[in-house]
């Protein structure tokens, strides 16, 4: 296995610094690899190290917010793309030169998307209703 640092060894500056450090490594390690063993191998540190630190608030924030910004990436490009895919979805669906049973898969995710889309577009509809209601209720008769 590649350690994370390109094979280089770990730089012993201050104490908390070097520890900052190992834990920015653990991090990419744990988005890296598919298990903490292997994350822990790459980013030099113990396996139960490793475990001891996924059970850290502040670790565990940080992890979170790195796959966030992972998954806010992931989310932004398919927004940039959705448009079309869904039209290469529905061309899959309608055309007459692909297999039927392409043609079949491809209309039917076309229906669960739209589904999906229509149930989270009411989702959100009536949570800003409801929201609306809420503030409209005076604050000393709020039950929260």
């Not at 063993?37 to 996924?54: D, F, I, N, S, Y």
């Not at 409801?130 to 503030?135: H, I, N, R, S, W």
Request: net charge positive; proline share 3%.
């Amino acid at each position: 296995m590649q350690p994370l640092n390109g094979g280089r060894q770990r730089l012993s500056a201050g104490h908390g610094e070097k520890f900052s450090r190992l834990k920015e490594q653990a991090i990419v390690a744990l988005l890296t690899y598919p298990t903490v063993r292997e994350a822990a191998e790459a980013a030099h540190v113990g396996e139960r190290t490793l475990q001891r630190w996924l059970s850290l608030p502040g670790f565990t924030r940080r992890f979170e917010e790195s796959k966030s910004r992972i998954l806010a990436g992931t989310v932004n490009k398919l927004l940039r793309n959705g448009e079309a895919a869904a039209d290469a979805l529905v061309k899959l669906a309608t055309s007459e030169s692909t297999p039927a049973a392409a043609r079949v898969r491809a209309a039917i995710a076309v229906i669960q998307l739209s589904l999906k889309w229509h149930s989270l577009s009411n989702i959100e509809r009536q949570i800003a209703e409801l929201q609306a209601a809420v503030a409209q209720i005076p604050q000393g008769r709020r039950v929260m």
